[in-house]
């Protein structure tokens, strides 16, 4: 466990850019379609909810939103989900349910954090210091 960063890149992909996200010693790497929201409008959405995450809630990072929520079925996203000094990261596919109807209420909907799937399955979880998000998010707010 050491670093954290999320980035959209100039790198560009069937009208999408690249975005990495740094978790640990890890980098994954997904396509942002910026077609519905902005750059800024996934920084503003991502800080938000790297806030929560620090403040003890469950969080999400969309990875990219191709219109408005209640024209989509599922988005996928990163759920962030802290225990004490530590936020553990899953990718997964969020069936949005029809009652919901802002972004920012996802985190109400999410289950628990489960390391294991129904079939004994060890999950893909990756974990991160609190102190790396709080250092990440120090960092660009100096720039």
Excluded at 25 to 43: H, K, N, P, Q, V
Excluded at 59 to 65: D, V
Excluded at 68 to 87: G, I, K, Q, R, S
Aim: with cysteine.
């Amino acid at each position: 466990m050491s670093g954290f960063e999320i980035r959209i890149t100039d790198e560009k992909s069937e009208g999408c850019r690249t975005t990495e996200l740094v978790l640990g010693s890890d980098m994954e790497r997904f396509a942002t379609s910026l077609s519905f929201w902005s750059a800024e409008d996934f920084y503003a959405h991502w800080f938000e909810n790297l806030g929560r995450a620090l403040a003890g809630k469950r969080g999400i990072l969309i990875e990219s939103l191709d219109g408005p929520l209640e024209a989509l079925n599922f988005v996928l996203m990163w759920v962030m989900y802290p225990v004490d000094d530590v936020v553990y990261f899953q990718e997964q596919f969020f069936k949005i349910p029809p009652d919901l109807k802002e972004i920012k209420n996802i985190g109400d909907h999410l289950e628990e954090l489960e390391l294991v799937n129904e079939d004994g399955d060890r999950i893909s979880t990756w974990s991160v210091s609190r102190k790396a998000i709080e250092d990440f998010i120090a960092d660009r707010n100096m720039r």
